[in-house]
């Protein structure tokens, strides 16, 4: 009885990497990856030509390429390498000096909760009565935009919940970590003392 052909998701399984690993290995002729027989538009392979191709060419030791960076992660899909930071920051409307000690614990309690249900973590908090600021691990899949969203929202409301109205100005601030951003958020802070027509 023949080889059954394996699809390029047989294929990575039988070879131990991913599929995606399987189409870029196919793409490049120079490696001496297998020809596939295409079944409609599916390539396929025989198990005794990935055999040959695998003796030939041995998996990569794990780890064999960079160590990983104390504290980098990966992506839940283990596909995609990240160690993106961002700082964030939130001015309270109008610059108000209105953020009590325990409205800046409020905070930074909801904040890190919600960080950590977008598998985000919030490394460093600080708070003043009129604007909080924090640096942010986060994860490829989240656009610093959202991060900076979900934060002011759960926040907002859990200090609504605790009885005060309006909290934050409408704009806040990110920018990654890369960057410095000291003076640009304290002028942020700064303009969100100015009333602006609407």
């Known amino acids: 009885m023949p080889e059954a052909r394996l699809t390029p998701t047989q ?8 599929v995606q690993a399987v189409y870029v290995l196919n793409s490049r002729p120079q490696n001496g ?4 027989e295409r079944i409609g538009r599916t390539p396929t392979w025989l198990p005794s030509e990935l055999d040959t191709w695998r003796a030939e060419h041995p ?3 794990p780890g064999s390429r960079s160590r990983r960076r104390a504290g980098a992660t990966r992506s839940r899909a283990d596909t995609s390498f990240h160690d993106l930071r961002a ?16 409205m800046l614990r409020l905070t930074e309690r909801t904040m890190r909760a919600a960080a950590q249900g977008a598998d985000a973590d919030i490394e460093d908090f600080a708070g003043m ?8 691990r986060y994860p490829a899949g989240l656009s610093a935009s959202d991060l900076a969203r979900k934060l002011k929202v759960a926040s907002e409301r859990a ?4 009885g005060t109205s309006q909290v ?3 704009s ?21 003392e100015q009333v602006v027509n609407s």
């Open 11 to 18: 294929a990575a399984d039988h070879l131990g990497v991913s």
């Open 33 to 36: 990856f297998p020809e596939p």
């Open 59 to 61: 998996a990569k030791k």
């Open 87 to 102: 700082h964030v920051a939130f001015a309270t409307e109008r610059r108000r000096a209105l953020l009590t000690t325990e």
């Open 129 to 136: 009565p009129d604007h909080v600021r924090a640096v942010v």
């Open 159 to 162: 200090l609504r919940q605790s």
């Open 168 to 170: 934050w100005a409408r």
């Open 172 to 192: 806040y601030f990110v920018a990654s970590v890369g960057s410095d951003p000291s003076g640009r958020i304290d002028e942020y802070v700064q303009e969100q």
